[in-house]
């Protein structure tokens, strides 16, 4: 089992953990790159890592916030754009006119930014609380 060595990135680490957790750890013969769903993974993970400092901690976090994300809301991510352009009528209707009008609306990476719940498209900063 040769999934990791010293050099293996620790976000690629926690996708192999959480594999072997999940029991979806291909096999050696069968390693490919990232799908789409352990590429989300990935970015969540790195998202995470700039936020939290023990690496126990930060796979802990990771694997309950994608287990806690893909139960709770796996379903809705198809919706999710409507829901978005919705809350940009009622918030934000002149912003929203305005990608209408310049065909920027169905331009949007929405899928992408909701997969991996910004991570990755927005910096890290942008992710946090700010403490009070």
């Given at each position: 089992?040769r ?7 620790s ?6 953990m ?9 096999r ?10 352990n ?7 790195r998202?995470?890592?700039?936020i ?17 994300f ?16 919705h ?30 719940c ?15």
């Amino acid at each position: 089992m040769r999934y990791i060595n010293s050099s293996t990135s620790s976000t690629l680490i926690y996708l192999r953990m959480f594999q072997l957790e999940s029991q979806v750890l291909p096999r050696c013969s069968e390693i490919s790159p990232p799908d789409e769903e352990n590429e989300d993974f990935l970015f969540i993970s790195r998202a995470m890592e700039e936020i939290v400092d023990d690496p126990i901690d930060c796979y802990w976090l990771i694997k309950c916030f994608v287990t806690q994300f893909h139960t709770k809301f796996g379903d809705s991510i198809p919706h999710l754009p409507k829901s978005l352009e919705h809350y940009l009528s009622q918030e934000e209707p002149q912003l929203l006119n305005h990608l209408k009008n310049i065909g920027a609306l169905s331009q949007l990476p929405h899928g992408l930014w909701f997969r991996r719940c910004f991570a990755g498209c927005l910096p890290e900063s942008s992710l946090q609380r700010s403490a009070c």
